[in-house]
């Protein structure tokens, strides 16, 4: 294995007594930042930046430090488990690796001969890494079926941008964009996609100027040069009314708008019907602030769009998209130095290839679930969830009989928890591969136990579009865990898919690398690689759209029956487009704001990540407060038409009057009932998953806008509410039902490095 010279290393080595230090690549979240990995006695001891990363240059978060805390947790899974009583039971008996898998096989098997392959549906949640073997598993078996959650997250950045310019747009931080507009991100602290906090923190120190948007103020919003602090899920108005400024105006790009776009005209006359007046009005951003953000953006060169998912969670979630794209489009920052970017993946097999998308056979295709409604969606092999729970529930349009989950929490993270329960609950068969037994596990008949990113060897990034590919070297052995990749290769040959797979899973790493003409061995040898990055590439080719431009008026959109031009439409349940039902639910609900330490569901059993947030938090005005009688710190209830669950009050001037923010995918592992708390704070039992809450192309779910309304808890009330479990109710977390004497007493002190989320205090 490679061991790697970093200046400090052999000095820290000697001063604590490390035997190695190993170059290595996170992936607590989506991945990205360079690691080393430090071990003594064959045990990692702590994990730091590595300072050589071309992505984090030796920066890291919370949840990278805490990686140690997760890798030797004591309630962690370290071999597979069967259930012995009922579902929710919490009685399991341990079994080998090859009875679990030739139990999923057999089932796998029975089902796809009696119900078809489609009755078995594979998921996953957000992006790790193990996409594309998930994939190329489920199109060899012949399931059109993969739940993930790319209907509200990066999918719908990757389908509008195919359709409008080819490929998904980077911000080009290396070339450091002269402004910056954030938009519906929190970049500091969610590091997403192929974005670290850092690189974006380096272009303002450098003097980019800097536009954010949205309704909270972030500490990045606090930096801004203009906020606008918007009313939740009028994103679309905003980018469209600022199109008419820089229409108006004459501040677009003359040049890319006569030789590049198509549907100029189109457009303008769709921006027209946002004049600033209107578009206060809907957004609630005075119209001073818009105007001068249009100038801002339109008349710095280069500028970029750092946007987030914020945007993808609403019925607009398309034409958000799309209208953006329009400003990046207009104002001429596309793959342009410090602008947006297209990048060009490194010479290797891509994840569309290695998932074998090509190997479904088109009928199978066709019983893609929804994928006639949600066309954009459908084009992209995505599918929204609730399609899979009412086929679960309801046979409809056909049986669903098998739910495979490797790495997601869909109880915890999907819309209608309680309509997830119940299709959870009722599903023939369930398997989950996991760290730990989540609420969702609780409910499966095998559980698998899966490796983190010390335990597995790998080629990071390469789902990515920023072009870098970076080694993920295995350094420790932890029980029976098996990284995702090494349990489908296993389970395939268990399913007759044996040629299309591999002996061992590093051939399938060789294979993915072979037009570069490395193998996985050879690529260990190495920090990184990327291809070299060229602009404007259009200008050669033109974009890879039906019509070679840049579709400001989509041609697919059109041919799918859709409105070709971004359209302004008001969330289903807003105090505009239902108000009468303000008048009981009067505030504006938005969900899910990202959270240094954790990772939607993930990390509440890591003493470093509960510290930063012991309690599931909601924020709310404090004037919004006062009329509720709420004060800081209060638990309260958070009530919607769905139901009601608690959270605590922060109280912040941060945050309008009508708009409350709740944290997502909150349970509570020190609950050792099988429950684990998982209806107690979970905020997605109050959102509506039904379809008219969806965007009408991607079926996005509307998780950002809802309303509800707010009150203080009774304690009364709160022990008639027979559903909420009582156990640790009113203390406060302690080290000891995390576990916490064992892991991190071995983690070690947090070693030194930039963390990039931790010192935010939000
Ligand atoms: N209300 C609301 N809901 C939301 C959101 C929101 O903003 N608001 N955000 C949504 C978004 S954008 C997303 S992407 C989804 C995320 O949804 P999920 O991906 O389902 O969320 P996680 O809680 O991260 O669940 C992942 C599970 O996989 C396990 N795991 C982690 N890594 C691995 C691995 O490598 N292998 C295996 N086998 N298991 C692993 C973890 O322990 C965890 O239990 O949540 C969505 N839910
Ligand atoms: N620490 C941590 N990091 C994460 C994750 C995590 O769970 N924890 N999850 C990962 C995943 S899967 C994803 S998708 C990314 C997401 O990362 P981001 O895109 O940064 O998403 P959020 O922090 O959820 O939301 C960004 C901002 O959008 C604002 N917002 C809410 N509603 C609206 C609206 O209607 N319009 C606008 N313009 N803004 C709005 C919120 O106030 C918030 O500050 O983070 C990834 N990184
Ligand atoms: S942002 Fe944090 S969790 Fe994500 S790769 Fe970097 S250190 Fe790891
Ligand atoms: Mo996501």
């Known amino acids: 294995m490679t061991e790697f010279r970093y200046a400090n290393a052999p000095r820290e080595m000697e001063a604590y007594g490390y035997d190695r230090v190993v170059k290595s690549h996170c992936r607590m979240c989506h991945g990205g930042c360079g690691m080393l990995v430090y071990l003594k006695d064959g045990r990692v001891e702590k994990v730091g930046g590595d300072p050589d990363c071309p992505i984090s240059h030796g920066t890291v978060c919370s949840k990278g430090l805490a990686s140690v805390q997760l890798a030797y947790h004591p309630d962690r899974l370290t071999h597979p488990l069967r259930r012995l009583g009922p579902k929710a039971s919490g009685r399991w008996e341990r079994i080998s690796w090859d009875e679990a898998l030739d139990t999923i096989a057999e089932r796998m098997l029975a089902y796809r001969e009696e119900h078809g392959a489609e009755s078995v549906v594979l998921g996953y949640g957000t992006g790790r890494e193990n996409e594309a073997v998930i994939y190329r598993f489920a199109n060899y078996f012949g399931s059109p079926n993969v739940l993930t959650a790319g209907h509200f997250c990066y999918g719908p950045r990757i389908a509008t941008t195919v359709i409008t310019c080819g490929s998904n747009v980077i911000v080009d931080y290396d070339n450091n964009p002269r402004c910056i507009m954030v938009w519906g991100n929190n970049v500091t602290i969610s590091n997403p996609d192929c974005y670290k906090g850092e690189p974006f923190s380096q272009a303002l120190n450098a003097g980019a100027k800097l536009i954010v948007v949205d309704p909270r103020l972030t500490r990045v919003a606090a930096r801004a040069d203009i906020w606008l602090q918007l009313r939740p899920g009028t994103d679309t108005a905003l980018a469209l009314g600022m199109a008419n400024v820089i229409i108006e105006e004459e501040l677009y790009d003359h040049d890319f708008v006569a030789n590049q776009v198509h549907g100029w005209e189109e457009f303008k006359a769709r921006a027209a019907e946002y004049p600033l007046e209107k578009t206060t009005e809907i957004t609630w951003v005075p119209q001073e ?116 989950f490797i790495s997601s929490n869909p109880l915890m993270t999907r819309a209608n928890a309680r309509e997830v329960y119940s299709a959870l609950e009722k599903v023939d068969f369930m398997a989950v591969a996991d760290f730990f037994v989540t609420p969702t596990a609780e409910l499966a008949d095998i559980v698998l136990p899966a490796a983190t990113w010390l335990e597995m060897d790998y080629i990071g990034d390469f789902w990515k579009r920023h072009g870098w590919l970076l080694p993920r070297r295995k350094v420790i052995q932890v029980g029976e865990c098996r990284s995702d990749h090494e349990m489908l290769n296993d389970l395939a040959h268990r399913v007759g898919m044996g040629e299309h797979f591999w002996d061992d899973f590093e051939q399938g790493l060789d294979w993915i690398l072979e037009p570069s003409g490395i193998t996985f061995q050879e690529f260990l040898q190495m920090d990184h690689f990327r291809r070299a990055v060229t602009y404007q590439k259009y200008l050669v080719k033109g974009f890879s759209t039906p019509t070679r431009k840049f579709e400001l008026y989509s041609t697919k959109l059109e041919e799918w029956g859709y409105d070709p031009l971004p359209q302004y439409r008001e969330p289903p349940e807003s105090p505009v487009s239902r108000p009468e039902l303000a008048r009981d639910y009067p505030y504006v609900l938005i969900t899910g704001a990202r959270q240094p330490g954790f990772f939607h569901s993930e990390n509440r059993q890591l003493p470093w990540a509960r510290e930063l947030h012991p309690d599931p938090i909601v924020e709310i005005h404090p004037a919004t407060a006062e009329k509720e009688g709420i004060r800081d710190g209060d638990w309260v209830v958070i009530e919607s038409p769905r139901g009601r669950i608690r959270q605590k009050a922060k109280l912040t001037e941060g945050i309008l009057p009508q708009v409350i923010a709740a944290q997502h995918a909150w349970w509570f592992p020190e609950k050792r009932d099988p429950g684990h708390g998982w209806d107690e704070s979970n905020v997605n039992i109050l959102i509506d998953n039904g379809y008219d809450h969806c965007d009408p192309a991607m079926g996005a779910t509307s998780i950002r806008t809802l309303l509800c309304k707010v009150s203080p808890e009774d304690l009364r009330d709160r022990s008639a509410a027979g559903d909420w479990t009582a156990a640790g109710w009113d203390r406060p977390v302690t080290s000891s039902d995390l576990g916490r004497g064992d892991a991190s007493a071995r983690a070690g002190a947090p070693p030194a490095g930039v963390h990039s989320d931790s010192k935010e205090g939000e």
């Open 289 to 404: 602030k818009i105007r001068a953000a249009a100038r801002l953006f339109a008349t710095t060169k280069p500028a970029a769009v750092q946007w987030g998912v914020a945007i993808e969670q609403q019925v607009t979630c398309a034409d958000n998209n799309r209208a953006l794209l329009a400003l990046m489009g207009i104002t001429g920052n596309i793959d342009v130095p410090g602008g947006q970017m297209l990048f060009k993946q490194p010479p290797i097999r891509n994840v569309s290839q290695f998932g074998a998308h090509k190997a479904l056979p088109p009928e199978q295709a066709a019983k893609r679930l929804g994928g006639d409604v949600f066309r954009l969606a459908g084009n992209f092999g995505i599918i929204n969830p609730k399609f899979v729970w009412d086929a679960v529930l309801t046979e409809q349009p056909y049986p669903v009989k098998m739910l495979f």
